[in-house]
C-alpha cells in the first residue's frame, strides 16, 4: 500500500509541473501582452512598461516559470529590478512562499487574495459535499431497493426536476422566499467561525449549500441507483441471498461497498471543481470566495490573480485524483496491484 501511495505522489508532482508550464505558455506565450491585461484597462504605456518590467513579462517565458516556480518554495520579491523602486513604488512587494503572483489591481499578491477567500469557498464546498453524498447516496440506493415502486419512480423525478433547473434560479428561489418572504433563515452572509462561532456559521451557509446540493444531489441519486442496480445483479449478491444473509448486510456490506467505487471518482472531482468556487452561486449569495474572484479577475483583466486561480484549481483537481486513487486502493485492494 505504501509503495502505491509512493507512485501516485509522484506520478501527481509531475503532473502539478506539467499543468503549470502549460498554463504559462497559454497565457504568456500568445501574441497578445500580458502586461496589457496585468496593468488593466485604463493604464498608459509608460504604466504598461513598468508594469511588464516590474513583473517580469519582459523576459522568456522559460524565464517566467522558472521564476514562479521558485517563487512557490522560497517567496518572491517585486519588481526583481530594484531601479524600478522609486519610479513604480506601487509594485514593489514581498511575496512569501508559496507565492502564486503579484497583483497590480488589487495591490496585494495573489496569495493574499486567496487566503482571504479560499475559507469561505471551502466552507460552502464542504457544506454542499455533505448534503449531495449524505441525501444522493442514501435516495438512490433507497430508489433501487424499491425499484419500480412509487418510491423509486418519486425519487428520480424529483431529482431530475432540481436537475434541470439552474443553480441561479434554485439559490434565487430560496433566497427570495425562505430568508427574505418567510424568513425561516437569515438572509445569508458569510461569517467565520472565529466570528460568529459555529452555529452562526453553519445557518449562513444552509441556503448558498442547499442551492448547490440540489443540483448535485439530483446526479448522485440517478448515479447510485444505476451502480446499485447494475451490482445487485452480480452473482456472488444471489449467492449471498441464497446462503440466508440479511438483505440488509448484503446491502451495506456487499452491495455498497461495490457501488461506491465510481462514486467516489466522482465525488472527488466535484468537490476539487466547487473548491475552486462555485462562480454563480457566491455572486447571487454575494459571497466573496474563489468564484467570485474568478469574475472580478475577469473584469478588471487581473491576469496574476486569473493565472493563480487557474493554476490552484488544476492543483485541486490533481490532489482529488491522488486522494481518489487511494481511496480506490483502500476500497478495492486489486487497484494496488496495477
Not at 509594485?91 to 486567496?114: D, K, M
Not at 451495506?252 to 462514486?263: D, G, V
Request: with cysteine; aromatic share 12%; charged share 15%.
Amino acid at each position: 500500500m505504501l509503495a502505491y501511495i509512493v507512485r501516485r505522489l509522484f506520478a501527481g508532482g509531475i503532473l502539478l509541473v506539467a499543468m503549470s508550464m502549460i498554463t504559462f505558455i497559454l497565457f504568456f506565450a500568445i501574441p497578445s501582452d500580458p502586461a496589457q491585461f496585468a496593468c488593466g484597462k485604463n493604464c498608459s504605456l509608460a504604466q504598461r512598461a513598468q508594469v511588464r518590467k516590474g513583473l517580469g513579462y519582459d523576459k522568456p517565458v522559460a524565464v517566467q516559470w522558472e521564476n514562479f516556480a521558485v517563487g512557490v518554495f522560497k517567496g518572491r520579491d517585486y519588481p526583481d529590478d530594484k531601479s524600478l523602486a522609486k519610479s513604480a513604488p506601487q509594485l514593489i512587494a514581498h511575496c512569501a512562499a508559496p507565492c502564486l503572483g503579484y497583483s497590480r489591481v488589487n495591490l496585494q499578491t495573489v496569495t493574499q487574495e486567496f487566503k482571504q477567500r479560499i475559507p469561505v469557498s471551502a466552507s460552502l464546498a464542504l457544506a454542499a459535499f455533505l448534503m449531495w453524498i449524505i441525501g444522493g447516496i442514501g435516495l438512490g440506493a433507497l430508489a433501487a431497493v424499491w425499484k419500480g415502486t412509487i418510491i423509486d419512480r418519486g425519487v428520480v423525478g424529483i431529482s431530475l426536476v432540481f436537475y434541470a433547473f439552474p443553480t441561479f434560479f434554485v439559490g434565487l428561489f430560496l433566497l427570495k422566499y425562505l430568508a427574505i418572504k418567510w424568513q425561516v433563515f437569515p438572509v445569508p452572509s458569510y461569517i467565520s467561525i472565529a466570528d460568529g462561532g459555529l452555529w452562526n456559521w453553519f445557518v449562513n451557509l444552509i441556503l448558498p449549500a442547499l442551492t448547490l446540493a440540489l443540483f448535485y444531489m439530483a446526479g448522485y441519486v440517478r448515479m447510485t441507483r444505476a451502480f446499485v442496480l447494475e451490482s445487485m445483479s452480480e452473482d456472488y449478491l444471489r449467492t449471498a441471498k441464497a446462503k440466508g444473509l440479511a438483505p440488509r448486510k448484503i446491502l451495506y456490506k456487499h452491495t455498497m461497498r461495490a457501488a461506491l467505487t465510481p462514486l467516489v471518482t466522482m465525488a472527488g472531482l466535484d468537490l476539487a471543481g466547487l473548491l475552486g468556487g462555485a462562480v454563480i452561486t457566491e455572486s447571487v449569495f454575494n459571497y466573496n470566495g474563489l468564484g467570485k474572484l474568478v469574475v472580478d479577475s475577469v473584469i478588471t483583466f487581473d491576469l496574476p490573480t486569473v493565472v493563480g486561480l487557474v493554476l490552484l484549481l488544476g492543483a485541486f483537481v490533481i490532489v482529488a485524483n491522488i486522494i481518489v486513487d487511494i481511496l480506490y486502493a483502500l476500497i478495492d485492494p486489486r487497484v494496488r496491484v496495477g
